[in-house]
T-cell receptor
Framework: DSGVTQTPKHLITATGQRVTLRCSPR?????VYWYQQSLDQGLQFLIQ???????AKGNILERFSAQQFPDLHSELNLSSLELGDSALYFC??????????????FGSGTQLSVL | DAKTTQPNSMESNEEEPVHLPCNHS???????IHWYRQLPSQGPEYVIH???SNVNNRMASLAIAEDRKSSTLILHRATLRDAAVYYC??????????FGQGTTLQVKP
């Protein structure tokens, strides 16, 4: 158990809908990262938050947004869903700002299926 | 993005050592080399990381070439539970870990 909690584990929805994925980092970790894993694209970095502020951005679509709350949990919002958004979404956390010497701890993921 | 090159797949026999290679020819002098693995139906899991000298922990050893352009993850005695995708990564100037396709390790009993 990594200590990172993601809910829900599975989500099935329809095209055009909006969903929210939730992540609770390990106790004491200030950074939260979101990754998307699909069969054809592998593990893609989406976005990082550090202590409530956006820290780094990757290949995140404009239809997707995220935020980190004062209690440090994070939510990833996906809107106007398309079939191609079906993927595993992972959250990870780290102690600090995410320097090159830091370890990431990953949750078990949310499997999103868009029908 | 920081680029590493790994073989797509490798096979090993149970209880034998496994050497997983990685090339990272564009790595800078301050980038750490990280290894993560992803077991089936799980999130990636930290294995080991290092900068210049070889590193050991309870899971594995990391051997880093003197010019730092390549490294090798060593599993001393592979078990069936070590079957996973192994990712070799470094952050580059982005400061964030970018995962490649990794090496799928099969362990045969």
């Amino acid at each position: 158990d990594s200590g990172v909690t993601q809910t829900p584990k599975h989500l099935i929805t329809a095209t055009g809908q909006r969903v929210t994925l939730r992540c609770s980092p390990r106790s004491g970790d200030l950074s939260v990262y979101w990754y998307q894993q699909s069969l054809d694209q592998g593990l893609q970095f989406l976005i990082q938050y550090y202590n409530g502020e956006e820290r780094a951005k990757g290949n995140i679509l404009e239809r997707f947004s995220a935020q980190q709350f004062p209690d440090l949990h994070s939510e990833l919002n996906l809107s106007s869903l398309e079939l191609g958004d079906s993927a595993l979404y992972f959250c990870a956390s780290s102690v600090d700002v995410g320097g090159i010497n830091e370890k990431l701890f990953f949750g078990s993921g949310t499997q999103l299926s868009v029908l | 993005d920081a680029k590493t090159t790994q073989p797509n797949s490798m096979e090993s026999n149970e209880e034998e050592p496994v050497h997983l290679p990685c090339n990272h020819s564009t790595i800078s002098g301050t980038d750490y080399i990280h290894w993560y693995r992803q077991l089936p139906s799980q999130g990636p899991e930290y294995v080991i990381h290092g900068l210049t000298s070889n590193v050991n922990n309870r899971m594995a050893s990391l051997a880093i070439a003197e010019d730092r352009k390549s490294s090798t993850l060593i599993l001393h005695r592979a078990t069936l539970r070590d079957a996973a995708v192994y990712y070799c990564i470094y952050s580059g100037n982005t400061g964030k870990l970018i995962f490649g396709q990794g090496t799928t390790l099969q362990v045969k009993p």
